[in-house]
């Protein structure tokens, strides 16, 4: 009987061992377990995105537990906080869940993404986000106006002035023609006498000028003589 006592004792002892080893067992896998399934940093997710021409930044949570976690995003300039863009909480889901803010970021900038949800997370999502090289919009490319040349032509257009000839143009007809005579101060001769005066060579001025003045050195010589001999038969 106090052998198989001692045996039963023996056999209770190392069943409670047992059963000791195989709690504590279940406790750690349980321990593992809720770690497992507790938030961590790796269940967030960031990026770059357009809406239209905006830029956005997105942070996905995909924790099944759905733990509240509040994500803070700022700008970096030279690897400091330069500007605090946002900050907003979401709760994850396995599907995931995602949140956006606005910030109209520009080509190749840097931003830090700090997650915190107590009291499993309070870390930054790493790497840093950078954005694309490429913007959203596109800077427009002004259209050219209709230039002044299109409706007045400048001075580059205007086709070059002829150069002057060398060789003498030719007379026209009424060059060829000799020039009229200049008016003079002279009076102008009686109607009946134009056609003489304007004819020349065919005209008689010239000798009846002459006859009228042999008939005056004629007339003037008979009057000298007449008085002389008047005077001369007075004396007697």
Not at 16 to 21: I, M, N
Not at 113 to 128: F, G, L
């Given at each position: 009987m106090a052998v198989l006592?001692?045996?039963?004792?023996?056999?209770?002892?190392?069943?409670?061992?047992?059963?000791?080893?195989?709690?504590?067992?279940?406790?750690l896998a349980v321990g593992a377990a809720g770690n497992a399934l507790a938030c961590n940093i790796g269940e967030f997710s960031a990026a770059a995105k357009?809406?239209?021409d905006k830029g956005v930044i997105t942070v996905t949570d995909v924790d099944p537990a759905g733990v509240p976690a509040v994500v803070t995003v700022y700008l970096q300039n030279n690897g400091a906080d330069a500007e605090k863009i946002g900050e907003q909480t979401v709760k994850g889901s396995r599907e995931g869940n995602t949140i956006t803010f606005a910030a109209d970021w520009k080509p190749n900038a840097e931003y830090r993404?700090?997650?915190?949800?107590?009291?499993?997370?309070?870390?930054?999502?790493?790497?840093?986000l950078t954005t694309p090289s490429t913007?959203?919009?596109t800077e427009d490319t002004p259209s050219p106006s209709p230039s002044e040349s299109s409706s007045t032509p400048s001075d580059e257009t205007e086709s070059p002035a002829p150069e002057p000839s060398t060789s003498a143009p030719a007379p026209t007809e009424d060059e060829s023609t000799a020039p009229a005579a200049a008016p003079s101060n002279a009076p102008s001769p009686a109607a009946g006498d134009s056609n003489l005066a304007e004819t020349g060579a065919n005209s008689n001025t010239g000798m009846i000028a002459g006859i009228a003045a042999a008939l005056v050195v004629v007339g003037g010589g008979a009057v000298f003589f007449g008085l002389r001999r008047r005077g001369a038969n007075s004396t007697r």
């Open positions: 006592s001692i045996i039963s004792r023996t056999a209770s002892r190392r069943s409670v061992r047992a059963l000791g080893v195989v709690a504590a067992s279940a406790a357009c809406e239209g993404i700090h997650v915190k949800a107590d009291p499993y997370v309070d870390e930054d999502i790493k790497p840093n913007p959203c919009k």
